[in-house]
């Protein structure tokens, strides 16, 4: 038996994970119809607040059977690619159809043996503490950072008798009711903070179609703009540094510059765009198509990233908060390519109806957009404090928890 990091309660052991719990296990050979209708789950069906599967969608048993994770009825995903492992996704797989399912490859799948019951594991993997020792094992180039299987191999559980498992669980589960609902309020109240920047969005622009003000006029993104198609492999340069950025490092709705890393060409090994200041940085992916940058210094970055350079009289803030407008991101959701993973095309981009107002009354929505966000951030700050307050809760539940203090 071996020792572990603190004392257990009587009749509790330690094990490793790998003991417990098969670690990717081989897919069997399945006899399914092509067009059998089988659960898929990409990584953002996986909510990584509540730990659940929120949104698994259905596709045909010959789309998916190649190329993808599968698991089995009460497997537990995690999560092994940066930044979605640090946001703690991970959770049990119910209610597959046929009791199977496939999904990102981006997923740990861990099958629980008989000594150790699904809740048990999926709790042990949600908590900070794992979390951390999981990002140090991190093997990987920046932006594809991933937890070898190694670590959930070795990693020790704390394993109390199934019974006991059990109770505990049926505990934290009512400790962790308390602790959803007022998570629930709190979404409420970041919807109502989020929903207020979309009116003003709204009411800054015209809405297509209609007849713009005195003085402004309709015209196409592609003759007010250039696109800036340069790009480069920073691996032929290995020792230089680069601003990179990614976009994961940008939220959507997201109104401020996110910070670049910095980072040595050879820590991107494939292509990137290139931009500057004066540039309007569109991502072009769905389900990120309001994450829009104005960087204020140049650098390198995703090419799911659409870099746009507007002419004169255009000022870039005024057609990034364009492009965030709820009219503007429905006309792209619109006009996409691609079923996997969808993108904005980039003939329907160009040809984009853009609002044209004189500089000064740019500068004065962007000016009106930048307070009204500023009021918006500080109602979004303060339910982020309630939320790591809720965090730092969980945490301590789930510690107790697993030190059967609970």
Same mark, same amino acid.
């Given at each position: ?8 309660? &009587?009749?509790?052991? %330690?094990?490793? /994970? ?76 119910? $209610? /597959? /159809? ?11 799948? *861990? ?10 594991? %999926? ?20 932006? =594809? ?19 006991? @498992? ?8 009512? +400790? ?19 929903? +207020?920047? =979309? ?6 622009? #015209? ?41 994961? @490092?940008?939220?959507?709705? =997201? %109104? ?24 309007? *940085? ?9 994450? !829009? ?18 002419? #004169?009289? /255009?000022?870039?803030?005024? +057609? ?11 006309? &792209? ?28 009354? =740019?500068? $004065? ?10 009021? !918006? ?13 809720? @965090? ?15």
């Amino acid at each position: 038996m071996p020792d572990g990091p603190y004392r257990l309660p &009587a009749g509790w052991r %330690w094990a490793a /994970l790998g003991e417990v719990c098969q670690i990717n296990p081989r897919r069997p050979r399945l006899y399914r119809d092509d067009d059998a209708r089988t659960t898929f789950v990409p990584m953002n069906a996986v909510d990584e607040v509540t730990g659940t599967i929120s949104a698994p969608q259905t596709r045909l048993y010959k789309e998916v059977r190649k190329g993808y994770t599968y698991f089995e009825e009460g497997d537990v995903l995690f999560a092994k690619i940066t930044p979605c492992m640090e946001n703690g996704k991970a959770a049990i797989a119910r $209610r /597959l /159809l046929d009791g199977i399912g496939f999904g990102s490859t981006e997923f740990h799948v *861990l099958r629980p043996h008989t000594q150790v019951i699904a809740e048990w594991v %999926w709790l042990f993997v949600r908590q900070e503490s794992l979390r951390v020792a999981a990002k140090a094992s991190f093997r990987g180039g920046v932006g =594809q950072q991933r937890v070898p299987q190694e670590f959930l191999e070795s990693r020790l559980i704390p394993l109390p008798p199934l019974a006991e @498992q059990r109770h505990i669980v049926a505990r934290l589960e009512e +400790l962790m009711a308390g602790v959803r609902e007022a998570r629930r309020l709190r979404e409420e109240a970041k919807k109502d903070a989020e929903r +207020l920047m =979309q009116a003003a969005l709204a009411e800054a622009f #015209p809405r297509p179609g209609t007849e713009p003000p005195p003085g402004w006029r309709w015209a196409r993104l592609g003759d007010l703009c250039d696109r800036d198609a340069t790009t480069i492999r920073p691996s032929d340069s290995p020792d230089k540094e680069f601003n990179y950025l990614g976009m994961e @490092q940008v939220e959507s709705g =997201q %109104w401020t510059e996110p910070v670049p890393a910095r980072v040595v060409g050879s820590d991107i090994k494939s292509t990137v765009i290139v931009f500057r200041p004066g540039h309007v *940085l569109y991502g072009k992916l769905r389900p990120y198509l309001n994450k !829009v940058v104005v960087p204020s210094r140049p650098g390198i970055g995703s090419t799911e990233f659409v870099p746009i350079l507007p002419h #004169p009289p /255009l000022i870039p803030e005024y +057609l990034a908060a364009f492009l965030r407008t709820p009219a503007f991101v429905s006309y &792209a959701k619109r006009n996409m390519t691609g079923s996997r993973q969808p993108r904005v095309r980039l003939d329907a981009l160009w040809e984009a109806l853009i609002p044209l107002s004189p500089p000064a009354e =740019q500068r $004065r929505i962007v000016a009106h957009l930048n307070f009204v966000h500023e009021k !918006v951030s500080g109602l979004k700050e303060s339910q982020s404090n309630t939320e790591a307050e809720l @965090q730092r809760l969980e945490q301590t539940i789930l510690n107790k928890a697993f030190r059967g203090e609970l």
